[in-house]
């Protein structure tokens, strides 16, 4: 007989019984889960993985003198050469400083002399025109009007009106020192005027210079064939301040620059005569246009003039 076939009996009182079919019942809920177990022993080292991609550089580092070692105890120097090229502004300052590519003169007037080295001539109307005074310099030339009571007296110090031509290769730079002793005002009417001149008894049509007009403040003027350009300085000088006041106009005859005392007063990059014919002279004049008995007085302790020529004189 298939024991598949049997069925289950219980041993009740000595005696077999059968009993009956059981079937199973529904599987009951999952329990929680026990307590973690003791860890087992760590397995073996795996094999090294392959080598990542190289960081990005850090910031350089820093070390002490001390921290650097087998330096040499002396650094002696030792002979080498460099070209003109390789020392910025060196060509241009040996340029400047030849004094073969320049020509310089410094007129101080002693004695009365009226700057034989441009050939000056004093050039008046009415005024007084030049008188010598000492007042604690070595030479002083004081440009008066007078006293007469008559319009248009003037005074003044003059080159050849053409001598000196802008724009053809030679820088230009000439100061006056002066002081405005008794300068023009509101009733007392006229003008001063000196640097660049080609007149001395009107408006230049050529030339680079300081013009102070009656009560104003001093103007820097450029003037080509008649027509000018004109910036004011800022500033109307006191009857006992010695000015240093420098024109200065480049090489190429395109920019003028106004000083005193080194100190740039105003820049003019128009009107500069350097075309053809456009030649000017040095010089100063005042002028009083009112008819009163009022004296206008400029004094001038000296002139200095420099011309730098693009490249060294063969004589």
Not at 104 to 111: C, K, L, M, Q, R
Not at 258 to 286: D, E, K, M
């Amino acid at each position: 007989m298939d024991s598949a076939s049997l069925r289950p009996y219980d041993f009740y009182n000595g005696v077999w019984v059968e009993s009956p079919t059981v079937s199973t019942g529904p599987q009951g809920p999952t329990g929680a889960d026990g307590p973690q177990g003791i860890q087992g022993e760590q397995g073996p080292v795996g094999a090294d993985g392959a080598q990542g991609p190289q960081g990005a550089v850090g910031p350089a580092g820093t070390t002490s003198w001390d921290g650097i070692t087998d330096k040499p105890a002396t650094f002696p120097p030792e002979a080498h050469a460099h070209p003109i090229s390789s020392i910025t502004g060196l060509q241009s300052a040996l340029d400047a400083s030849s004094h073969a590519a320049r020509y310089e003169t410094f007129e101080h007037f002693e004695n009365g002399r009226t700057a034989p080295k441009w050939s000056m001539s004093s050039n008046d109307s009415g005024g007084t025109g030049l008188t010598y005074i000492v007042d604690g310099k070595q030479g002083v030339f004081r440009h008066s009007t007078g006293t007469a009571a008559t319009a248009n007296q003037r005074a003044g110090l003059n080159s050849n009106g053409s001598a000196l031509h802008f724009g053809q290769g030679a820088a230009m730079r000439c100061v006056w020192n002066v002081r405005f002793a008794t300068p023009p005002d509101a009733v007392n009417t006229g003008a001063f005027r000196f640097g660049f001149l080609d007149s001395g008894s009107s408006e230049s049509t050529d030339g680079a210079f300081f013009r102070l007009f009656d009560a104003g403040n001093l103007f820097a003027v450029t003037r080509s064939n008649g027509i000018e350009t004109t910036l004011d300085c800022g500033f109307r000088p006191d009857a006992t301040t010695w000015y240093s006041l420098g024109v200065e106009v480049n090489a190429d005859g395109t920019s003028a620059v106004f000083s005193n005392a080194h100190s740039v007063l105003a820049t003019i990059t128009s009107n500069i005569p350097s075309g053809a014919g456009r030649q000017t002279g040095i010089g100063n004049w005042i002028l009083r246009t009112a008819a009163t008995t009022f004296a206008l007085n400029l004094d001038v302790d000296w002139l200095y003039v420099k011309i730098t020529y693009p490249s060294a004189l063969v004589l």
